[in-house]
């Protein structure tokens, strides 16, 4: 079952008191939302995913502690159009959740055998088997290289389209297969070819980036002034988004550093309050932590 990563930290640095109001981002099957309500009894927690699977199990597990939630089965792009007051809280866990990279059949894992799905939403048309086998070369190369950081990029993505030149690409194995034979021998030994590859296309078919950078600023106008959000990433691409947005958001325009008293409404609205990734305890007892990073900013005025 699906361990939460950073569960402590981030439900710590979300500084909640009995009455907070908050939103979980990426509910998954309720490991820090029932974290979380366990301590806001008279508050209320929003919670929003989009895998029907994950929120019917969740929903059990918010239930036998307390009613005070709602879950909203839609992607967190739409925050702001589902959340119509001010919070205390937001928490995104950006990982994929342990159980949908198990369940063989959605097609997450290079390590079990299943068609090429990837959808987050198994509503939406977009999958991995239309990425595989429609996008054009430059196109593929693009994505394994701007989203996986993959060093092959270009061998993978040829090595692709000639493969789906024979016949069509349908399934994770004959995928992991092809990225396998594309790289060099001593890059198989190292490290599992098709990790950085299988990211790539699942970010490219849940739009992933461009969902958490609208989203995560659409979350800086719903915290009140002393609400905190928490991310946890697991990549440097989300990672570099959260940074760069954080540090934006917290930082006195250069023109305005050297006056000798600043007006307030030329302040910073949010301040940075940490930046830390799991300690070696976690890392052991669940490999998936390794990568993780948690941001929190809060709202200062």
């Known amino acids: 079952m699906h361990e939460s990563v950073l569960l402590t930290e981030s439900i710590e640095y979300l500084n909640l008191n009995k009455s907070s109001i908050i939103v979980d981002?990426?509910?998954g099957y309720g490991g820090h939302?029932?974290?979380?309500?366990?301590?806001?009894?008279?508050?209320?927690?929003?919670?929003?995913?989009?895998?029907s699977k994950a929120i019917s199990y969740a929903n059990k597990k918010l239930k036998a502690i307390s009613n005070n939630y709602k879950i909203i089965n839609t992607n967190f792009v739409n925050i702001k159009k589902e959340i119509n007051e001010k919070?205390?809280?937001?928490?995104?866990?950006?990982?994929?959740?342990?159980?949908?990279?198990?369940?063989a059949n959605r097609g997450f894992s290079?390590?079990?055998?299943?068609?090429?799905?990837m959808r987050m939403n198994q509503n939406q048309k977009l999958t991995a088997y239309d990425v595989v086998n429609n996008y054009d070369l430059n196109s593929l190369i693009k994505i394994i290289k701007t989203y996986g950081e993959e060093k092959y990029a270009q061998s993978i993505a040829k090595g692709i389209v000639k493969a789906r030149q024979k016949a069509k690409i349908e399934t994770t194995s004959e995928l992991a297969e092809i990225i396998k034979q594309n790289v060099p021998e001593k890059y198989r030994r190292e490290t599992h070819p098709a990790r950085k590859t299988f990211q790539a296309i699942r970010i490219e078919v849940n739009d992933e980036?461009?969902?958490?950078?609208?989203?995560?600023?659409?979350?800086?106008?719903?915290?009140?002034?002393?609400?905190r959000i928490c991310v946890i990433t697991f990549h440097s691409l989300e990672d570099r988004i959260?940074?760069?947005?954080?540090?934006?958001?917290?930082?006195?325009?250069?023109?305005?550093?050297?006056?000798?008293?600043?007006?307030?409404e030329y302040k910073p609205k949010y301040k940075i309050i940490a930046n830390i990734k799991p300690n070696i305890q976690e890392i052991n007892h669940n490999k998936r932590s390794r990568?993780?990073?948690?941001?929190?900013i809060e709202r200062s005025r």
């Open 25 to 27: 981002c990426t509910l």
């Open 87 to 103: 919070v205390d809280g937001i928490l995104f866990d950006l990982g994929v959740s342990s159980p949908q990279l198990d369940e």
């Open 242 to 264: 959260c940074k760069q947005i954080f540090k934006e958001v917290s930082t006195l325009p250069k023109e305005l550093k050297n006056l000798p008293i600043i007006p307030d």
């Open 291 to 296: 990568s993780a990073r948690l941001r929190v």
């Open 110 to 117: 290079f390590h079990k055998n299943a068609k090429l799905d």
């Open 209 to 227: 980036l461009n969902v958490f950078e609208k989203a995560l600023k659409d979350a800086l106008d719903l915290i009140k002034v002393g609400g």
């Open 33 to 51: 939302s029932s974290h979380i309500l366990k301590q806001i009894p008279n508050g209320f927690l929003y919670a929003f995913d989009q895998d």
